[in-house]
């Protein structure tokens, strides 16, 4: 079985532009979270989504936005770019809520120049 | 304070060592407990996954958790050079929204 799929793998962006991160989750796998991975804070979570509605919202300023689909694929998507934005962005996916833990694809890396 | 502290290393040990990673807690509605392994530029890797208080075992690999204690531990027998990578904890009060421990980086030298 396919693992968590995420494209791209590296993007690079400036300052004020947005950027949009899609994800792929394993095949029956209908939770979609989101996370940002850097060397200062370490792996914070951004939000969870399921059935096509985010469940779980972390601490994030609402320039960090996000979106599931019928098919349970996600996208989340960066407004206003900031250099702090530099990070892994890690998306991980589990049978549902409360059902199983959570398995995490490569990530996408992000820098903002 | 931060809800999940891990000692971030690094951790040097020479091959066949016994390794303990440890992390502790402060909030007590954590149920689930994650131990993740994280290469270089990879995604994290699930190693094990306990549900409350007591002991796992997995091949070389033992997770416990002593929720009494708020504290939980990972060790990995018979260490080998491929066992280095840095190891996260994780835990949550379900199994959404997971709180990670920052890591500890591990290097097993031959």
């Known amino acids: 079985k396919a693992g968590v799929t995420q494209t791209p793998r590296y993007l690079i962006k400036t300052r004020g532009q947005q950027v949009t991160l899609s994800c792929s989750p394993i095949?029956?796998?209908?939770?979609v979270s989101w996370y940002q991975q850097t060397p200062g804070q370490g792996l914070q979570f951004l939000f969870e989504y399921f059935s096509e509605t985010q469940r779980n919202k972390g601490n994030f300023p609402g320039r960090f936005s996000g979106r599931q689909f019928s098919n349970s694929r996600s996208e989340m998507n960066v407004s206003t770019l900031e250099l702090g934005d530099s990070a892994l962005y890690l998306c991980?996916?589990?049978?549902?809520?409360?059902?199983?833990?959570?398995?995490f694809g490569p990530g996408t890396r992000l820098t903002v120049l | 304070q931060k809800e999940v502290e891990q000692d971030p290393g690094p951790l040097s040990v020479p091959e066949g060592a016994i390794v303990s990673l440890n992390c502790t807690y402060s909030?007590?509605?954590?149920?689930?407990f994650m131990w993740y392994r994280q290469y270089s530029r990879k995604g994290p890797e699930l190693l094990m996954y306990?549900?409350?208080?007591g002991n796992k075992e997995d091949g070389r690999f033992t997770a416990q958790v002593d929720k009494s204690s708020k504290y939980i531990s990972l060790f990995i027998r018979d260490s080998q050079p491929s066992d280095s990578a840095t190891y996260l904890c994780a835990m949550s009060e379900s199994t959404d929204k997971l709180i990670f421990g920052t890591g500890t980086r591990l290097q097993v030298f031959p």
């Open positions: 306990t549900y409350s208080s």
């Open positions: 909030n007590s509605a954590f149920q689930y």
């Open positions: 095949s029956g796998h209908r939770s």
């Open positions: 991980a996916s589990s049978l549902g809520p409360g059902q199983d833990t959570q398995y």
